[in-house]
């Protein structure tokens, strides 16, 4: 398979071009450029296929004429030394965790198949990169877990000084070897700005630098991996299975639609949005009016026009009826979103975060009103409820506890090196320093 861009189809590139070029030139996404039919593959896993092996042989397949089946496993096995878990919350509801890996959020999943794909690439032709990216808090720790200690990569992550939590700031500034933590005496748009302004300075192109952000497609590919993996744990069970997915930039529901492109016989998808509900509403009338982002309880999906949109309309040649036909939206408010995170503790004494709770509602509305019969609904749980303390103990008044690999971050000591918000000191500490 061969991967092309949204807004210009003679761009193509092989999967480790995309990988390292993350966006098209001329601004556009990369997709695949073909739709091939896994359906047999699918139909040969069942719920005792590990993870580590469906994601190989998915990777393997789709990579074919990149990876042999060695190299696939080799990178999924030193990405994936975590899996989804799946469990059952009545009704024919499902929860499938995504957050047992490092940074205990589901882009754990994305970021260390980045990051293992890319130094197996590396390694193989004795290249390095340094990874440049920006963080607000919460994606960066996710990248700077995931490439902690790989060969023949660096990485520098720049941070807003004082304005990440204490517990992020941990994450991106306790790891230390590869990775360097670069505190900015600044806002999260300086950081950005600069990080731009380096990748397109002239004097920077001697060095290898790459991008790791969120619509990179060696991302968005393994986010797949647990669609198939929570369908082949229901199947033998259940006639009919929907996947209900929180989104804010809607890479994880994207995802999911390539695998149901590729022949896993989803019946549906539930995208549940907070009151950015730009999509759901597009859904309904086919006109798509995206706006500045409304702050809400689950915030990492507090999106006002999703980068990953322009992905999904490609899927369905622009078409938003065929893509309401298959994806159903659903839109939470923060009261409900409150209310659902209490009601669950109380029926279940479990806690879930906001993220998860927004799929939840959605779920359970869409089993209240269509009451269909044999039907599972895997819904899934984007985040640890440890990660959103505040807003779960406002709703349950009990205290989650932290993920226990964040809990043992909090004894460490935070190295960064702070600079001057503009490009030129970033530039410089990189000359210096790579
Ligand atoms: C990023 C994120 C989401 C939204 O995922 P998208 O792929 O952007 O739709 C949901 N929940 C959590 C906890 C996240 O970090």
Same mark, same amino acid.
């Given at each position: !398979?061969?991967f092309?861009?949204?807004?210009d189809?003679?761009r193509?590139?092989s999967f480790k071009?995309?990988v390292?070029?993350?966006?098209s030139p001329?601004?556009?996404?990369?997709v695949?450029?073909?739709?091939?039919?896994l359906?047999?593959?699918f139909?040969? =896993?069942?719920a005792e296929?590990?993870?580590? *092996?469906?994601? #190989?042989a998915?990777?393997a397949?789709?990579?074919k004429d990149?990876?042999?089946p060695d190299?696939?496993?080799k990178i999924?096995e030193?990405?994936?030394?975590?899996?989804p878990e799946?469990?059952d919350?009545?009704?024919g509801?499902?929860?499938?965790?995504?957050f047992h890996?490092?940074? #205990?959020?589901?882009?754990?999943?994305?970021?260390?198949f980045?990051?293992?794909s890319m130094e197996?690439f590396l390694?193989a032709?004795?290249?390095r990169?340094i990874?440049?990216t920006?963080?607000?808090g919460d994606? /960066?720790?996710?990248?700077?877990q995931?490439?902690?200690n790989?060969k023949n990569?660096?990485v520098?992550?720049l941070?807003?000084s004082?304005?990440?939590?204490?517990l992020?700031?941990?994450?991106l500034?306790t790891l230390g070897?590869n990775?360097?933590?670069v505190?900015?005496? /600044?806002?999260f748009d300086?950081?950005q700005? =600069? +990080?731009?302004?380096t990748f397109?300075?002239?004097d !920077?192109k001697?060095l290898?630098l790459?991008?790791?952000?969120?619509i990179?497609?060696?991302? $968005?590919f393994?986010?797949s991996?647990?669609?198939m993996y929570?369908?082949?744990q229901?199947k033998?069970?259940?006639?009919?299975i929907?996947?209900c997915?929180?989104? /804010?930039?809607?890479?994880?529901?994207?995802?999911g639609?390539y695998?149901?492109?590729w022949?896993?016989?989803v019946k549906?998808f539930?995208?549940?949005?907070n009151l950015?509900?730009e999509v759901?509403?597009y859904l309904?009338?086919?006109k798509?009016?995206p706006?500045?982002s409304?702050?809400?309880?689950?915030?990492?999906?507090? +999106? /006002?026009?999703?980068s990953?949109f *322009?992905?999904?309309k490609?899927?369905?040649n622009?078409?938003y009826?065929e !893509?309401?036909r298959?994806?159903k939206?659903?839109? +939470?408010?923060?009261?409900d979103? $409150?209310?659902a995170?209490?009601d669950?503790?109380?029926?279940k004494k479990?806690?879930i975060d906001?993220?998860t709770a927004v799929?939840y509602?959605? #779920?359970s509305?869409? =089993?209240a009103?269509n009451k269909?019969?044999?039907?599972a609904?895997?819904t899934?749980?984007?985040a640890?409820?440890g990660?959103?303390?505040?807003v779960?103990?406002?709703?349950t008044?009990?205290?989650?506890a932290?993920p226990p690999?964040l809990?043992?971050?909090?004894?460490?000591?935070k190295?960064?090196?702070?600079?001057?918000?503009?490009?030129a000191t970033?530039?410089?500490f990189?000359?210096?320093?790579?």
């Amino acid at each position: !398979m061969k991967f092309i861009s949204t807004r210009d189809k003679n761009r193509v590139v092989s999967f480790k071009e995309a990988v390292f070029q993350g966006l098209s030139p001329e601004g556009g996404l990369f997709v695949p450029d073909s739709v091939p039919d896994l359906s047999q593959l699918f139909a040969g =896993m069942t719920a005792e296929t590990p993870f580590n *092996e469906a994601a #190989s042989a998915l990777t393997a397949a789709i990579l074919k004429d990149e990876l042999s089946p060695d190299r696939a496993a080799k990178i999924c096995e030193r990405a994936f030394f975590f899996k989804p878990e799946l469990v059952d919350t009545g009704n024919g509801i499902f929860i499938e965790e995504l957050f047992h890996g490092p940074s #205990s959020a589901f882009k754990d999943f994305g970021a260390c198949f980045l990051a293992a794909s890319m130094e197996e690439f590396l390694q193989a032709e004795n290249r390095r990169a340094i990874i440049l990216t920006a963080t607000s808090g919460d994606t /960066g720790s996710a990248v700077a877990q995931a490439f902690f200690n790989k060969k023949n990569i660096d990485v520098v992550i720049l941070y807003p000084s004082g304005r990440v939590s204490p517990l992020q700031e941990k994450q991106l500034t306790t790891l230390g070897k590869n990775v360097t933590a670069v505190e900015v005496k /600044g806002n999260f748009d300086d950081c950005q700005r =600069m +990080v731009k302004e380096t990748f397109v300075s002239q004097d !920077m192109k001697y060095l290898p630098l790459t991008s790791a952000n969120s619509i990179n497609l060696g991302r $968005l590919f393994p986010q797949s991996f647990y669609y198939m993996y929570g369908f082949n744990q229901l199947k033998a069970k259940y006639k009919n299975i929907i996947f209900c997915v929180p989104s /804010g930039n809607f890479g994880n529901l994207t995802a999911g639609v390539y695998a149901w492109k590729w022949g896993l016989p989803v019946k549906e998808f539930i995208a549940a949005t907070n009151l950015n509900n730009e999509v759901p509403l597009y859904l309904e009338s086919g006109k798509y009016e995206p706006h500045p982002s409304f702050r809400t309880y689950s915030n990492a999906m507090d +999106v /006002g026009d999703p980068s990953n949109f *322009e992905r999904l309309k490609n899927i369905f040649n622009n078409d938003y009826k065929e !893509m309401g036909r298959w994806i159903k939206g659903a839109w +939470v408010s923060n009261e409900d979103t $409150l209310q659902a995170i209490k009601d669950f503790y109380a029926e279940k004494k479990k806690f879930i975060d906001p993220h998860t709770a927004v799929g939840y509602v959605a #779920s359970s509305r869409y =089993m209240a009103a269509n009451k269909p019969e044999d039907t599972a609904i895997i819904t899934l749980s984007t985040a640890h409820p440890g990660k959103f303390l505040e807003v779960v103990e406002q709703a349950t008044g009990a205290r989650p506890a932290l993920p226990p690999n964040l809990e043992k971050l909090l004894k460490l000591e935070k190295k960064s090196v702070v600079i001057d918000n503009n490009s030129a000191t970033l530039k410089e500490f990189l000359k210096k320093n790579y």
